[in-house]
């Protein structure tokens, strides 16, 4: 289990966080100025939040529109029985596939929930038969297909949380 630090952040912290998680681009120069501190401070307080490993990486976040990746699909998944190996072989599988994008365990009736992204409904269909269905501790899959994309963030609500 990961420990939590937000009780160490002060609000000049968050304050950083919040500028980061918006454009990690930024130098520590312009996030001072954002955040109301003088660079040398602010660059140490950047790099001991990334010691701390609250900041893990940076990334570039990229338009999947534009790489023609327009299907999104939830996924939801019942395994043959729910013994620890199963679990386990299942998240190690779940691991190598490139088009989930994020997996859950579930509480209630389904035991995980994947969040799929590919270039169409032929191509998740391939995903399903070809390599999903491969996997002999699934029972059960469900497909929900989004029709609509009403909000899709990174940034975490970091004002109202900590």
Same mark, same amino acid.
């Given at each position: 289990?990961?420990?939590?630090?937000?009780?160490?952040?002060?609000?000049?912290?968050?304050?950083?966080?919040?500028?980061?998680?918006?454009?990690? @681009?930024? @130098? @520590?120069?312009? +996030?001072?100025?954002? +955040?109301?501190?003088?660079?040398?401070?602010?660059?140490?307080?950047?790099?001991?939040?990334? /010691?701390?490993?609250?900041?893990?990486?940076?990334?570039?976040?990229?338009?999947?529109?534009?790489?023609?990746?327009?299907?999104?699909?939830?996924?939801?998944?019942?395994?043959?029985?729910?013994?620890? /190996?199963?679990?386990? =072989?299942?998240?190690? @599988?779940?691991?190598?596939?490139?088009?989930?994008?994020?997996?859950?365990?579930?509480?209630?009736?389904?035991?995980?929930?994947?969040?799929?992204?590919?270039?169409?409904?032929?191509?998740? =269909?391939?995903? +399903?038969?070809?390599?999903?269905?491969?996997?002999?501790?699934?029972?059960?899959?469900?497909?929900?297909?989004? +029709?609509?994309?009403?909000?899709?963030?990174? =940034?975490?609500?970091?004002?109202?949380?900590?």
């Amino acid at each position: 289990m990961e420990t939590t630090v937000s009780a160490e952040l002060s609000k000049q912290d968050i304050g950083i966080l919040s500028v980061l998680q918006s454009d990690a @681009s930024k @130098s @520590s120069s312009d +996030v001072a100025d954002l +955040v109301g501190m003088s660079q040398s401070p602010c660059w140490r307080r950047i790099n001991r939040i990334e /010691q701390e490993g609250v900041i893990k990486k940076k990334v570039a976040l990229l338009d999947r529109h534009a790489l023609g990746m327009d299907l999104v699909v939830f996924a939801t998944i019942n395994l043959t029985t729910s013994g620890r /190996q199963n679990l386990e =072989e299942f998240e190690q @599988s779940i691991e190598n596939f490139d088009e989930v994008m994020e997996c859950y365990t579930m509480t209630g009736i389904w035991d995980y929930m994947l969040k799929i992204i590919v270039k169409d409904i032929r191509n998740y =269909e391939s995903f +399903v038969r070809d390599r999903l269905l491969c996997l002999p501790m699934i029972r059960e899959i469900h497909s929900h297909i989004a +029709v609509t994309e009403i909000k899709n963030t990174t =940034e975490l609500p970091l004002k109202t949380q900590l």
